[in-house]
């Protein structure tokens, strides 16, 4: 399974960026994804999914009714629309394998390389 996100960068506090996580591999259509993010001096944590067997997300509180996690089959790619950016929104983001439920999202092994997204002005 290979993961490749994109999408990164610089926006002002407000602004608006959508980030993108191509997978591939013989087993990677089966494999949920999700977001992570990382932001200088803190964990790793959690930020949103989609369960493909039904729809469901998942969305951590800090970036609920901000973000939204959406999925093109034909790309198979998942994308992270990120709207209302504010400054302890700048991390790297990462796409993952994960288990996703409505409630917490678990990463399953697989990780992308990362995209660095900075909000500031």
């Known amino acids: 399974v290979q993961l490749q996100a994109s999408g990164g960068g610089l926006v002002q506090p407000g602004g608006s960026l959508r980030l993108s996580c191509s997978r591939s591999g013989v087993t990677a259509q089966w494999l949920d994804i999700g977001w992570f993010r990382q932001a200088p001096g803190k964990e790793r944590e959690g930020v949103s999914c989609?369960?493909?067997?039904?729809?469901?997300?998942y969305y951590s509180e800090a970036v609920k009714a901000r973000f939204t996690i959406s999925r093109d089959s034909a790309r198979d790619t998942m994308y992270l629309n990120m709207n209302s950016l504010k400054p302890e929104d700048t991390a790297i983001y990462y796409c993952a394998t994960v288990t996703c439920y409505p409630w917490a999202i678990d990463a399953t092994g697989y990780w992308g390389q990362g995209t660095l997204v900075t909000v500031s002005s």
């Open positions: 989609l369960r493909t067997s039904d729809g469901s997300t």
